[in-house]
């Protein structure tokens, strides 16, 4: 910021780079991006509010509380920073809710802007003092809120608890983990020399040089994707590095040369490298879906069709490899003695002759010790043997084609526990793909019921139109229909196909969150009372 004004042709001097005047800015920046958040909360006094929050904690065991407030802003949901504060005392839900109040209360949100009115969503983690049904931070909130708001569990969260849990009884996971942390040890953590050594053969041999990273377990599944995939890209060049250093040649202690040569082993240990990559592609589908969950312009409408494709990309991986699989055969020769030990054959398709889709297994650990595979490269410093035919310790990893339909199983199972069927269905009732085109027109009023159950969820009743003689007009039926909610949501749906049926053509396909604000901040929209409130 300093640098910026200095382009601007401003003197700024010495002092302003000093750590006491950055730490000024930064908390005078801070104040006033609250106190515009504040001003703007005050001044939309219809907009529905959300607050998502959770605690955390410091290197000292220090517990703090951060505050986010979902809310519109010009039709568009957005999720803005509100408070982070220390927990002074024991992190209990009485506490949490006492803090959350007096903050209203200092920031003077809580009765102009009748905030407990305009909460309608609460986000928290599963914890006991956030759920609990006695104590928990909801359970608190409730008689104090005016609405049945929505509660959830992070979705990213219950992502990730599915996949902690499903992984948590196969030990070859650990190992891997293990295996990875290692890796990522040898070469970055206080080891300048191997660092540069990998850095130099990356140059020689043309490959790109890209930095290792360790798998922390208490961070989203995007970060463990990181570090399986960065030893995928570097697969290569790490063994051509780590039997550098172990040759006779190098300059290396014996230390490093033991630890060097164990690294490779494992790395050059087809099942491990086979549930490497396997793993790869399943965190790949997951990541995808943890990061839909973590937007900031996420929605629940179509999430559970989401939910449903990603069972179904999981279920074909029983019997179909991945892309990574599949590249990494590609890259792979199949090579078989013939006669004396000195005549070799080689098979180009070695991943579709010797390696099944569904049994991808070490075939020197099989009754034909005659086979192995290398990798295909020009340099034959890099064609290294990957199972060599006198390979027989494989490790704690076992054949692909062992553990691949327990893996699945296991993390569909989770996924289903945490995920149950239809949880978010009711959702789906906004999904514009699936609202009534003008060709199918005359199902809106049965389209429109499905709003009720959503509309209960909330708190909103939906009064049953009056029982009138066979002969009653229409104008009695268009009251009867704006006096419920699914009879306001029928004619808003017929507004929006005849009146505005343009738009509903151009916005139908770019997801709910575009549609919906298109038509909430369209003017000519006619939005009746109880769909507008709510």
């Known amino acids: 910021m300093v640098d910026l004004q200095i382009k601007n042709g401003l003197d700024m001097g010495s002092h302003h780079r000093h750590c006491k005047s950055a730490t000024t800015m930064a908390e005078s920046i801070s104040m006033t991006m609250n106190k515009m958040l504040l001003k703007y909360i005050k001044n939309s006094k219809d907009l529905p509010i959300s607050i998502v929050l959770d605690t955390t904690s410091d290197i000292h065991s220090n517990s703090y509380l951060m505050i986010y407030f979902r809310i519109l802003e010009n039709s568009n949901p957005m999720m803005f920073f509100y408070r982070f504060k220390r927990l002074a005392q024991v992190e209990t839900g009485q506490r949490i809710y006492e803090m959350l109040i007096g903050m209203f209360t200092e920031d003077n949100i809580l009765e102009g802007t009748s905030i407990k009115e305009r909460l309608w969503g609460m986000t928290t983690d599963g914890a006991a003092v956030m759920t609990g049904n006695r104590a928990g931070l909801v359970s608190r909130l409730r008689p104090w809120a005016k609405n049945n708001f929505f509660q959830h569990h992070c979705a990213a969260h219950k992502l990730e608890l599915s996949i902690y849990h499903a992984f948590e009884n196969f030990p070859y996971m650990q190992h891997l983990d293990t295996s990875i942390n290692s ?14 050594s990998l850095l130099e053969t990356s140059e020689v041999l043309d490959k790109v040089f890209y930095k290792l990273k360790r798998i922390y377990r208490i961070r989203w599944v995007a970060s463990e994707v990181s570090a399986l995939d960065v030893i995928r890209k570097s697969y290569y060049l790490l063994l051509t590095n780590l039997e550098n250093i172990i040759s006779t040649s190098s300059d290396f202690d014996d230390e490093s040369k033991a630890t060097a040569s164990g690294l490779l082993k494992t790395l050059k240990n087809v099942q491990y490298y086979s549930l490497h990559l396997f793993l790869t592609d399943i965190l790949k589908l997951l990541e995808f879906e943890s990061l839909q969950f973590q937007s900031a312009r996420g929605t629940f409408i179509g999430l559970q069709k989401r939910h449903n494709d990603l069972i179904h990309s999981l279920e074909m991986l029983k019997t179909n490899n991945g892309p990574r699989v599949i590249d990494f055969l590609n890259s792979c020769r199949c090579c078989r003695v013939v006669g004396p030990t000195t005549d070799i054959e080689y098979h180009v398709r070695c991943h579709t002759n010797d390696l099944s889709h569904s049994d991808f297994v070490c075939p020197a650990g099989t009754d034909d010790s005659t086979q192995r595979f290398e990798l295909k490269q020009p340099c034959s410093r ?7 035919t006198d390979a027989t310790d494989v490790g704690p990893y076992p054949a692909l084609s062992e553990i691949r339909l327990v893996i699945i199983d296991s993390i569909v199972s989770q ?89 509903f053509c151009a916005y139908r396909s770019r997801g709910p969150v575009k549609f919906w604000s298109h038509f909430m901040e369209k003017r000519t929209v006619e939005w009746l009372p109880k769909i507008k409130k709510n």
């Open 183 to 196: 890796l990522y040890k040898f070469y970055m953590r206080h080891a300048t020399k191997r660092k540069a």
């Open 382 to 388: 890099l064609r290294c043997r990957v199972c060599s």
């Open 415 to 503: 996924l289903r526990k945490y995920f149950p069927e239809d949880d978010y269905s009711i959702f789906d009732v906004l999904n514009p793909e699936s609202l009534p085109t003008a060709e199918t027109l005359h199902t809106v009023f049965t389209y429109s019921s499905r709003i009720i159950p959503l509309a209960r969820r909330f708190g909103m009743q939906d009064e049953s139109p009056v029982s009138g003689d066979s002969d009653s007009d229409s104008e009695s039926d268009s009251r009867d229909n704006i006096r419920t909610i699914s009879g306001q949501f029928s004619i808003l749906i017929n507004s929006l196909v005849t009146s505005h049926k343009f738009d």
